[in-house]
């Protein structure tokens, strides 16, 4: 089993800054890609931002230039630090993590509990 704990969601004012951390842990051999979603209130969850094993990323077009992402391999963990955030930023964010059991040829994808990220304008 894998499990993954989001920390670092909250409350700020707008043009404000937060930094999401998720921490992956168990029967792990390989973390392969890893990434963020979001889902607000009547909207579909959507990918916020991703990045694979050799560092390359990913986001919507909504966040670039004020969110970046980023993986500390060693630590198994993975950031989404927002920048300049807006309303419209507000939504649950979960982390999502693709990997490989370690033991056996099978692989997994985890996802975190949550983390509520409220901008006030």
């Known amino acids: 089993q894998v499990q993954l704990v989001e920390s670092g969601g909250g409350l700020v004012q707008a043009g404000g800054s937060l930094r999401l951390s998720c921490v992956a842990s168990?029967?792990?051999?390989?973390?392969?890609?890893m990434g963020w979603y979001r889902q607000a209130p009547g909207k579909q969850r959507e990918l916020v931002a991703s990045i694979t094993r050799g560092g390359s990323t990913n986001f919507a077009e909504s966040v670039k230039g004020r969110f970046t992402i980023s993986r500390d391999s060693a630590k198994n963990t993975v950031y989404l630090q927002m920048n300049s955030l807006k309303p419209e930023d507000t939504a649950v964010y979960y982390c999502?993590?693709?990997?490989?059991?370690?033991?056996?040829?099978?692989?997994?994808?985890?996802w975190g509990q949550g983390s509520q990220v409220t901008v006030s304008s």
């Open positions: 999502d993590v693709k990997g490989a059991y370690a033991g056996t040829y099978y692989t997994f994808e985890a």
């Open positions: 168990g029967n792990i051999f390989r973390l392969n890609d």
